[in-house]
């Protein structure tokens, strides 16, 4: 344990990317192997003793991985090592066994010698437990969710017993765990499937304000699309952002095969502020995120979703200037809106890999998922962020309402404080098996009693 003063507890407890989670717990645990945590868990659950877990450091809701006062925050740092395991092998897929430590940039690294990746976080710095709330990735329309793409949970459960939860043995806690978070163990190794690397045409654009509506327009069409290029890793990241100066930017990551990019074409067209679209393999594309991890600011998320139409991105953008000039108008930040499409060949790919917690519908249609953002330095603004978001989140409901394109779920990853991700899963049907379960494996309920996040209960 460490405690406060010591530089270990400095740097776990400052591994938050936003400085709004920056906690002050009672002490920091640090376990350099899975067997330290068999004894230390079920110690905290019998003395109540809260405890926290964090992993990358990627979400930003102010205690849900970290603890403030009485309390242990657990950091997954030294729980290290990445195995390539080939076939054959009992999953008969070849897959890589990562510890909970590792980033998605350790796993591209690891993997790019080998000419593998694997369906993980579009950005660098983000840790594997962005598995345990579904994980989009760039090459999800082809392989679904990242959660979709783990063979096997090595899990720490509240008894301290550790078990492996795959299609085979424990299977229910196999469906659980992807998507349904910290809410039944902590996940100590994720085996995950590889694949050959993919050389894609694709990169990071950024438009000007004057080229706003054509950007929304490329968007649009790039969502709507019914016919065309059949491309399963075309995709899209895009973001709306308004900064300090009030000056709105919009962008996008964009990805295509190497071979076909008709699907990008009017993309191409619109002239840019900045851009490193070209063809190139996976890692290189992605390796320009790892400026995302910054830790020098105080960042919020808020999520919501709407179906896919020709109002959908102007919905947002109208909604997103209308608000931050309304409550923000003397507050410096950057705000903005990130615009996720969840494609149906993702939904199938998703469902023909086995399913998930999140038990999302191909037969209802795509949609897109929408993170509400911010970025601000100063505490005393963070009441009124926090009013920005909820209202932002509102207002893009309440309007999606009218025009008959609201969609229910909330994604985890990105969502944010009082959001409850899962009463949106597979439309409400979900809930109750997770309690089920969570009750079957942890049932003191540990992990809903003593652990933050987003709970079951």
């Keep these: 344990m460490h405690g406060p003063g010591s530089d270990v507890y400095k740097a776990e407890t400052e591994a938050m990317w936003s400085q709004a989670a920056w906690l002050r717990p009672s002490a920091v645990f640090v376990p350099s192997s899975p067997q330290q945590l068999t004894d230390a868990v079920p110690m905290m659950a019998r003395n109540n003793v809260p405890f926290s877990i964090r992993s990358g ?151 000007g304000p004057e080229h706003t509506q054509a950007a929304l327009g490329a968007q649009t069409e790039f969502m709507s699309r019914k016919t065309g290029p059949n491309d399963p890793i075309a995709a899209i990241m895009s973001n709306m952002e308004i900064d300090a100066s009030g000056t709105l930017t919009t962008g996008a990551m964009l990805v295509s095969s190497e071979h076909d990019t008709r699907s990008m074409e009017r993309f191409k067209e619109i002239p840019a502020l900045f851009s490193n679209l070209s063809h190139q393999k996976f890692l290189s594309l992605v390796a320009p995120t790892s400026v995302y991890s910054a830790r020098d600011k105080r960042t919020l998320f808020r999520s919501t979703s709407l179906k896919i139409g020709n109002r959908t991105m102007d919905l947002v953008h109208d909604c997103l200037v209308a608000t931050t000039k309304r409550i923000l108008a003397n507050v410096r930040c950057s705000v903005g809106t990130g615009v996720q499409p969840i494609t149906t060949s993702l939904l199938e790919a998703s469902r023909s890999s086995g399913g998930d917690a999140l038990d999302l519908d191909p037969g209802k249609g795509a949609f897109s998922v929408i993170l509400l953002y911010a970025y601000w330095e100063r505490p005393e603004d963070d009441a009124i962020l926090g009013t920005w978001a909820r209202q932002l989140e509102a207002v893009i409901d309440q309007q999606a309402l009218a025009e008959g394109l609201h969609h229910p779920f909330k994604f985890l990853n990105d969502a944010g404080v009082g959001q409850s991700p899962f009463e949106t899963y597979g439309y409400g049907k979900s809930l109750p098996r997770l309690r089920e379960i969570s009750k079957r494996y942890d049932p003191d309920q540990v992990f809903q009693r003593l652990v933050p996040g987003f709970k079951l209960q």
């Design 57 to 207: 450091g990627h979400m930003p809701v102010p205690g849900h991985a970290s603890v403030d006062g009485d309390g242990v925050l657990i950091g997954t740092t030294r729980l290290t090592g990445l195995r390539l395991v080939p076939l054959p092998n009992e999953f008969e897929v070849p897959y890589l066994a990562a510890g909970a430590a590792h980033t998605w940039k350790d796993i591209y690294e690891y993997l790019a010698p080998h000419d593998l990746t694997a369906v993980g976080g579009r950005v660098l710095g983000v840790g594997s437990s962005l598995i345990l709330g579904g994980g989009i990735s760039f090459l999800s329309g082809k392989y679904g969710f990242a959660a979709n793409n783990v063979v096997n949970f090595e899990v720490l459960l509240a008894s301290g017993e550790i078990v492996s939860a795959n299609h085979r043995s424990h299977p229910d806690l196999f469906w659980a765990l992807k998507g349904g978070s910290n809410n039944f163990g902590i996940v100590l190794r994720y085996d995950i499937k590889v694949y050959a690397e993919e050389k894609v045409w694709g990169g990071a654009v950024t438009w």
